[in-house]
């Protein structure tokens, strides 16, 4: 279950510790009983080992189910770092989390399954993995090369509003720390006429 090719009975019987005949026969015996039970998976003998296989029977069920997992539609989430992936890249984990302000390690391993995003190699300073979007994430959004991607411009926030936002905060703490200031002054100079007054009495 867990090999990603057929396994001979040599090399499961390096691991489990058992003779190859002994192995060869409880592998006859388990795909028998398999398919006696009518079980939803089967053990097959092909290409020189051993592996498990959905039944031909339910394969059906199999394939609306890979197909509708495929289809579904992307989380808010991973549209969001598939977006960071496509303008940054090539770009590691750690700079996507950076930029959206959460963990993405799960949202990168959904994009990874689906197949729109790929590794690129390894960054140099620090060794990380860094990731690129696929050709079939240009296929998906309808385009043939990363240079036909939108501009970023539209849609990030006008800067006359950034800068006008900017001033009125810059004048609201001004004025705050003036009116403090202020305060402080008055509070000094009443301290100071209290001390030299005569008999602690106020001039």
Known sequence: MIADQPLDELILAAAVGYPPAEVAFALNE?????TAAGRGFEL???????????????SAVVEAFVLEGQTARLTQAALETLAVVAYKQPVSRARVSAIRGVNVDGVMRTLLGR??????????????????TTSYFLERI????????????PYLPDMEEIEEDLAAFGAQTAAGLHG???TTSTESTEAAQTEAAPNGEPT
Do not use: C, I, K, M
Not at 30 to 34: D, S
Not at 45 to 57: D, K
């Open 142 to 153: 309808g385009v043939t090369s990363l240079d036909d991607l939108p501009e970023l411009a």
């Open 115 to 132: 197949g729109l995003v790929e590794e690129a190699g390894s960054d140099d300073e620090t060794g990380a993995n860094l990731y690129r």
């Open 30 to 34: 388990l795909a028998q009983e398999y």
């Open 44 to 58: 097959r003998n092909v290409a020189g080992g051993w592996r498990y296989y959905t039944r031909e029977e339910y």
């Open 180 to 182: 403090q200031d202020s």
